[in-house]
């Protein structure tokens, strides 16, 4: 069936901000889609919050809204531009919610738009618990006995009937949120709480618990012609119980013979036409009896999904590019296959490696959350990795999750070698984010697989995999350096074992490796990933390394230059150095540049196939990147654009003599080394906060002591804020000293003078050597002391005097010419009392890049890459820095639902996961638009719980003065209420939790709290403040925790007072 | 134990011998399946080739009784990349390295499958050498070029069953004219020609009795029984070869309702006065797309083949193509306008491989009223 021509017009829904469990492979899948639906000649309409995706770049669709995916701005969209469909399939959870609410408000009807590839009933089937069950049953396949429950009591006595442990979730939510596991009634009631509150429609099931079962994953596609094809299949390696987003999962399936796949193969095709979904992709997940194999369906996603994408990078199969062309009517059999060209969609993959994906966890953020993993899943990134067996996967993705660590053994890091056996079993028993560290331990203390089995319930085929990798180790070890030859060698990197590894196993030094292989010519071959096992020609370079005869890669001839990724994400390093990465990429495409990127993440745009004109889907560290350099020689490689990964190889690159483009690798450690940076400010005449270094304990005493309280400690070895803290006095600096880190000689303390009450500056620069333009001055909301990637932040900057907006340019010009940069340059400044701060140069692409580009209409990663290529500022045109009439309001978004127990107090140590932008000709409405895009609602009416240490009273006088005028009533905690109300504001004085009840937190439970003023000394102070912001967390309030932003919130709600909010594309603001 | 694998070409592979020593010859060819490897080792239709399968671990879920598709193992030897010896899976009943020595099969680790599989589909299916015992790659060389290869030889004689057997719920059961057969609605002639037995059990299940015939049963012998419905098989090498059979099958045409699998609808075609070729390289694998040109839907099919009905040459008016090939427009199905004989080059029987195909055992049943 050819395409439909009766529709031209198409409505896409991102995902949103980054959050656990909706990363950037929503900007991958939405991407491919809105590109392929233009290049078949529709007219492409976008909503996406999230100003760090490739997706909401100008030239990707023809009219692109960076607003809140609400119903209401989605509605005032339709309104607007009347598109004829609307594509819901590609923006996750998100955009299937967003999607059904507009549905259900009348909104499709009215402007009859169609719905594309599921409609609302589809949906609703395949997500609602209940209907899903039903269908199943219809079509005869079994799922784990339930009861939907609709409150606590209900839930108890379902409990009952199904008996502990229960497994309880609520429908309508995103990666399981609300959901676990309740091992008795105490605990299935506190779940129920949360999941009663989390579901879209108050409904939580109550499930029969699969605990250890082995869990399948299974990518269906299915076209308007009743067509379906698997592409890809998923194992996990955590048993059932640990969410699939949490699993290490490996494609294809690896223990099921033919019978039970094609089992597993009929139930997704009967699934996805029993559900009906009628055209795309969906995604199956199974639970097996790893007993006698009974089959059970645990659900189905009627949408392109995080293992939808997996699937596509592990196979070749582009599934969101194909899911579009079959939303507009095409059929399998009419699309081709890009990749071998003489081949059509209409088939299954099949693959000749092993793909393993590894998640990537960030508990070390969240101390107070205790570290394990259930149903609902908690990690922020994960990477993949390539290898023609799983024992060389495994080695390649546990290098590649950039944690210290070099393969499965065989590092320092992590060492359970002192673990007492008990704990040791408990680490394997209860699934926890160290787990694999566990695996190998038991493994060095002889264990036993069977053991191992019985524990984690890991199906004993990786086991005995791993116990291979094991027990090469140990003849690693015994045979020594001596022993690394011929055919050995070979074998130990067969098993994937890197140069490190085998130097920490040999006590020899990587180098000593990396000679060896090259005297003993031990060198990887490049293999293509080709959706077909070699049956047919492939054509588009997609390579991973393994240790073969044959090398298929081809070093072409020309210019050509590597660009290496960013590695995982992580809270502090995610998509908007993707998106760099993925600009410097296009840049060079439209410079006639060959352009070959190296990235370990299958969630990107990086690593989608026809980014780069070469990809290689490789681990960053040091030795496989040389590899490729090796093989590519490429003419320069950029390393500014991935985060600190790639900058940490600059140096260890360049002196191997490779060519690093741009900034040179010393201006790096220029910016980085403190003393070498302190001469550098001298030189210019830039101030620093005062600091020192200390070594040891006494040391760090005196130097506070010296420079005087408030002070910023941070260790000096740890980098995106970890570890690093605000101290307000003595004792807090001997815990600090105590608890957080062990000071040492080559491990010193940094002790910086704390600036308080000081405005943060971001800026974002651009140089080719001799000129410099600004891209972007950005004031934070939030003082200095809050991580300038979880404060919100403005473009333009407004509070600034024009004196010192000049001073903050030749601060910048300065530095950047001094340095000698060449590309991008980021400043972090402090403001206090019209005096200048430098807090760090980061002569590096950073996080506001995308922000900042997409508030400006300046492709800054662009032209930084021009400039890298040789081209000058004034060659390309960008000699000025762009004025704007409208204002860009950038806000953070936490997972801090996520982990129980975690205070959502801000400080010095970055702790979110993304970010959205608010775009609006008025500064209050942008904050607004900011607000709402991050999921947090805004007053109009009711009371605010203001309570607020007693530095903050004078300033928060005025706040609630202006709130009171809106209508506003004020409640407040005891001293904050007595100073309001001495300040003549009318202020009614509620109960601290600990003042008895009825106390504040009666209130809220009682809806009589619409907004929470809450600030607090440092870290967690008194239990009761954390209790507050606990529980705004817990009902969905709105809080605030700094005065600054107390007061854009206060903006916020003055704006929306008499005019509603109005959408507009980012082309028309340009 | 060290290996070696030499082409008639000249090309040599290293690899390692996870089955002990051994020497054996055969055509090298690739299936590209990624489980099933059991079921391959079984299936008639390789006799006379040494197969590689293109996934690189083999021996994950060790082998069990349940999935033998002939009594014994047919292939001449097995290459693979990484044999993984200790097996996880509950039906598991043994390890596939024992399955292999049991009989005598070569089986060999440690080589680059992907280079094998992309130098054949290149320079297309070869004689090959694999052994432990002469690693010398100019004899082995040799020894390729004198060994017998497939064209014009008559494979199904070898592999074809001596005596006629029925088919039973516990299997083959020795007996002629649906004398061992449960009764059942339907009554359908076999020819094994190197069948599958979930062929068999696909008809079994659909209330046949299925009585099996050496592929040398004459037609008289076959409208002896008085059959409802004619079956004729898959089965090994080029169907040009065939002895006796194509006639056999021209004078059974129109007789009964037909249907033919792989070598089957080769014969059948031969029987039409069609002609046959070798392809390239051969379709082996489980995700080849058919269309289905009565109902323009695309199965995913199980394949097995290297030698194909030529389109051009089918009898203008008298046979029509049903089904072709997404890949590279090769016929797939054919059936006859004014008799009840229909053919289909894939596997509908599966094992291993998608079911997509199974409702042609269902057309079949339906011809037979
Ligand atoms: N009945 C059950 N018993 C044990 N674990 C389960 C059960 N149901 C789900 N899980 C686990 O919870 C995880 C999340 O469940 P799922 O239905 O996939 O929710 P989500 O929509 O968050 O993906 C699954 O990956 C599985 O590991
Ligand atoms: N001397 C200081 N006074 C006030 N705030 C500071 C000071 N030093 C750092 N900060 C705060 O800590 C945050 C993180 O510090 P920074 O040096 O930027 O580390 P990172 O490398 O993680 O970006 C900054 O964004 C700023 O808000
Ligand atoms: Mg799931
Ligand atoms: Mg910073």
Not at chain 1, 170 to 182: D, Q
Not at chain 2, 84 to 90: A, T, V
Request: hydrophobic share 40%; glycine share 8%; charged share 25%.
């Amino acid at each position: 069936m050819p395409k439909r021509t009766d529709i031209k017009k198409i409505l896409i829904i991102g995902s949103g901000p980054i959050i656990i469990s909706q990363a950037c492979e929503f900007d991958y899948s939405g991407t491919q889609a809105v590109k392929a639906l233009k290049e078949e000649g529709y007219e492409v309409i976008l909503i996406n919050s999230n100003p760090a995706t490739i997706m909401t770049d100008p030239e990707i669709a023809d009219r692109t809204y960076i607003e809140p995916i609400t119903p209401a701005m989605v509605a005032k969209i339709i309104e607007k531009e009347r598109p004829d469909a609307l594509l819901p399939t590609l923006g996750g959870q998100t955009g299937l919610n967003t999607a059904i609410k507009v549905a259900e408000m009348g909104v499709l009807d009215k402007y009859k738009v169609e719905l594309l590839a599921a409609d609302i009933d589809v949906i609703k089937k395949a997500e609602g618990r209940d209907s899903f069950r039903e269908a199943m049953y219809k079509i005869g396949l079994k799922v784990p006995e339930s009861a939907i429950v609709h409150t606590i009591d209900e839930a108890m006595a379902a409990a009952d009937k199904i008996g502990f442990p229960v497994i309880v979730r609520p429908s309508f939510t995103l990666g399981g949120t609300g959901g676990g596991v309740a091992y008795n009634s105490q605990e299935l009631e506190e779940m129920c709480t949360a999941g009663l509150d989390l579901s879209l429609n108050t409904e939580v099931m109550l499930e029969r618990s699969l605990l250890g079962w082995k869990e399948y994953e299974l990518e269906v596609m299915r076209d308007r012609n009743d067509n379906v094809v698997i592409i890809c299949s998923i194992e996990n390696m955590d048993a059932m119980g640990v969410h699939t987003g949490d699993s290490i999962t490996v494609a294809p399936a690896q223990t099921l013979s033919d019978r039970e796949y094609q089992e597993m193969r009929n139930a997704s095709i009967a699934i996805i036409r029993e559900i009906g979904v009628e055209t795309g992709g969906s995604n199956v997940q199974f639970a097996v009896n790893p007993e006698d194999g009974e089959l059970m369906i645990i659900e189905m996603n009627p949408r392109v999904s995080r293992s939808s994408a997996l699937a596509s990078k592990a196979t070749g199969f582009p599934i969101a590019k194909i899911a579009a062309k079959l939303a507009v009517g095409y059929t399998l059999d009419e699309i081709q296959n890009d990749i071998t060209r003489e081949t059509y969609a209409a088939f299954e993959p099949t693959i000749d490696y092993t793909v393993i994906k590894i998640p990537r966890w960030t508990f070390e953020k969240f101390p107070e959350a205790e570290d394990i993993l259930t149903t609902a899943m908690k990690s922020v990134g994960e990477t993949m990795a390539i290898g023609r067996t799983f024992k060389e996967a495994m080695q390649k993705g546990l290098r590649s999750l950039e944690i210290g660590i070099s393969g499965f053994g065989g590092h320092a890091k992590f060492d359970l070698a002192g673990m007492d056996q008990r704990d040791l079993e408990m680490q394997l028993k209860k699934p926890n984010s160290q787990r694999i560290f566990a695996l190998h331990e038991a493994l060095v203390r002889d264990m036993g697989v069977e053991r191992i089995f019985e524990l984690t319930a890991m199906d004993p085929w990786f086991l005995h995999n791993l116990a291979q990798i094991y027990g090469l180790e140990k003849e690693i070890k015994e045979g020594g350096f001596q022993g690394l030859k011929g055919d050995f060698l070979r074998r130990c990197k067969q098993y994937g074992f890197s140069d490190s590894q085998l130097a920490f196993l040999t006590g020899t030094s990587e180098s000593d490796i990396w000679q060896l292989r090259e005297q003993e010519n031990e060198q990887p071959v490049y293999k293509l990933v080709d959706t077909c096992a070699a049956e047919f020609e492939a054509h588009t370079p997609y390579y991973y390394s393994t240790y073969e005869e044959e090398n298929e890669a081809r070093a072409s001839e020309g210019r050509k230059v590597m660009i290496l990724g960013g590695g995982p994400n992580r809270i502090g390093q995610g998509i908007e150095f993707d998106y760099c990465c993925v600009h410097a990429s296009f840049a060079l495409r439209e410079m006639g540049i060959e352009s070959i990127m190296v990235n370990s993440n299958p969630e990107t745009v990086s690593t989608d196939y026809d980014t780069s004109d070469k990809l290689y889907f490789e681990p960053l560290t040091k030795e496989d990147v040389m590899h490729i350099i090796n093989s590519e020689k490429p003419d320069g490689v950029i390393v500014q654009f991935g985060g600190q990964t790639p900058l940490n190889l600059a140096v260890a690159l360049d002196a191997m003599d490779v060519p690093i483009m741009g900034t040179p690798p010393d201006a790096i450690d220029r910016a980085e080394d403190r003393e070498r940076f302190q001469k550098f400010l001298q030189k210019l005449g830039l101030k620093q906060p005062a600091n020192d270094t200390a070594r040891n304990a006494e040391q760090a005493h005196e130097i506070a002591a010296e420079i005087g309280y408030p002070v910023v400690v941070r260790p000096s070895y740890v980098l995106g804020g970890r570890a690093m803290r605000i101290v307000y006095n003595e004792e807090d600096l001997t815990r600090y000293m105590f608890e957080a880190v062990q000071a040492s000689a080559d491990h010193p303390i940094l002790i910086d003078k704390f600036l308080k009450d000081a405005i943060e500056i971001d800026v974002d620069a651009i140089c080719d050597g001799k000129t410099v333009v600004i891209g972007g001055i950005m004031q934070h909301i939030e003082e200095a002391g809050i991580h300038s990637g979880d404060s919100a932040c403005v473009l333009p900057a407004h509070g600034l005097s024009d004196k010192m907006l000049a001073e903050i340019k030749e601060a910048t010009r300065a530095m950047a010419l001094e340095l000698g940069v060449i590309g991008l340059m980021n400043v972090q400044y402090a403001v206090k009392e019209e005096t200048l701060y430098i807090i760090e140069v980061n002569p590096r692409a950073s996080r506001t890049v995308p922000f900042v580009s997409k508030a400006t209409g300046v492709p800054l990663a662009k032209l930084a890459t021009k400039v890298m290529a040789g081209k000058t500022l004034n060659e390309l045109g960008f000699t000025s820095e762009v004025a704007i009439d409208h204002y860009a309001v950038k806000e953070a978004v936490f997972p801090f639902d996520r982990f129980d127990n975690v205070d959502t107090l801000l400080g010095p140590e970055m702790k979110s996961t993304g970010e959205v932008m608010g775009m609006d000709h008025d500064l209050g409405l942008a904050f607004a638009k900011s607000q709402f895009g991050a999921g947090q609602s805004i007053p109009s009416e009711g009371a605010v719980l203001i309570s607020v240490r007693d530095s903050d009273k004078e300033t928060i006088v005025a706040v609630a003065h202006e709130l009171a005028s809106f209508g506003f009533s004020i409640v407040g905690t005891k001293g904050t209420a007595s100073f309001l109300n001495d300040n003549g504001v009318e202020c009614t004085r509620v109960n601290k939790v600990s003042e008895g009840r009825p106390h504040l937190l009666d209130k809220i439970h009682d809806h009589g709290i619409q907004w929470i003023i809450n600030t607090s000394m440092g870290t967690r102070t008194t239990e009761d403040s954390f209790t507050i912001r606990r529980a705004a967390l817990d009902y969905h309030l709105p809080y605030t925790t700094t005065i600054a932003g107390a007061q854009a919130m206060t903006r916020a709600i003055a704006s929306l007072r008499g005019q509603d909010l109005q959408v507009k594309s980012v082309q028309e603001y340009f | 134990m060290k290996a070696l694998i030499a082409l008639e070409d000249g090309t040599t592979f290293t690899g390692t011998s996870f089955t002990g020593p051994g020497e054996t010859s055969g055509e090298i060819v690739f299936n590209t399946g990624m489980s099933g490897y059991q079921e391959v080792l079984t299936d008639p239709s390789y006799t006379g080739q040494i197969v590689t399968m293109t996934y690189p671990l083999i021996g994950n879920y060790g082998v069990n009784d349940e999935d033998n598709e002939s009594a014994a193992i047919q292939v001449e030897g097995f290459i693979v990349k990484e044999y993984n010896e200790i097996p996880s899976n509950f039906r598991a009943t043994g390890s596939l390295a024992e399955f292999l020595q049991a009989q005598k099969i070569l089986g060999i680790e440690n080589v680059d499958t992907r280079a094998l599989t992309r130098h054949i589909r290149l320079a297309g299916a070869l004689r090959g050498v694999i052994s432990t015992e002469d690693l010398d790659p100019d004899s082995l060389v040799a020894k390729a070029k004198g060994s017998p290869g497939l064209v014009g030889r008559d494979l199904v004689k070898e592999v074809t069953c001596q005596e006629p057997y029925g088919w039973s719920a516990d299997g083959p059961k020795p007996g002629s004219n649906f004398s061992s057969c449960p009764a059942a609605r339907y009554k359908v002639v076999c020819y094994d020609f190197g069948l599958k037995y979930n062929q068999l059990r696909l008809l079994a299940e659909r209330d046949c009795a299925v009585q099996v015939v050496p592929a040398t049963t004459s037609a008289a012998e076959v409208l002896a029984m008085n059959p409802d419905g004619i079956f004729l098989s898959n089965g090994p090498g080029d169907p040009a070869g065939v002895e006796g059979v194509i006639e056999t099958v021209r004078e059974l045409l129109g007789q009964k309702p037909m249907f033919g699998i792989c070598l089957g609808h080769q014969i059948m075609g031969l029987a039409y006065g069609a002609t046959t070729y070798k392809l390239k390289f051969g379709h082996r694998g489980a995700n080849q797309p058919v269309k289905d040109l009565a109902t323009g839907k695309v199965e995913v099919t199980s394949q097995n083949h290297g030698f194909c009905v030529d389109l051009s040459s089918l009898p203008e008016g008298e046979v029509e193509m049903t089904h072709v090939n997404l890949n590279d427009d090769s016929l797939e199905g054919m059936a006859h306008k004014k008799y009840q004989a229909f053919s289909v080059q894939h596997h509908p029987e599966n094992a291993p491989g998608p079911h997509d195909s199974i409702y042609l055992f269902d057309r079949f049943i339906e011809a037979m009223g």
